[in-house]
């Protein structure tokens, strides 16, 4: 079972629905077939440009939005690199010139 969890950083914004809200509201008859498409197309676009997490198939956890594909660790893994972060935020600010920044 995959089951999402957004982070902090992918709060929702006032007045965009969640995908179950949408697909409820669409079988209750409020909305028509068009504007369902139209909101799920919203709701995708806002949830790809944020950080997000699901649980994986094996129980890791994957964060969507980083990057084309998951990154995918196991609790242990994660708490290894969280734990690490002071570390990698000083290796950053040392080696902030030979570092290179992906385009928005």
Not at 35 to 54: D, P, V
Request: charged letters at 40%; a neutral charge.
């Amino acid at each position: 079972m995959i089951s999402a969890m957004p982070m902090a950083v992918s709060e929702e914004r006032e007045g965009t629905m969640k995908r179950e809200e949408i697909l409820a509201k669409l079988a209750a008859g409020e909305i028509k077939i068009e504007e369902a498409s139209r909101l799920l197309e919203e709701a995708e676009k806002e949830r790809r440009a944020s950080l997000y997490c699901k649980v994986s198939e094996k129980g890791a956890i994957s964060v969507y939005g980083l990057q084309r594909m998951p990154v995918t660790l196991y609790v242990e893994q994660w708490e290894k690199v969280l734990g690490f972060a002071d570390e990698i935020r000083r290796f950053i600010k040392e080696h902030n010139t030979e570092l290179k920044r992906k385009p928005k």
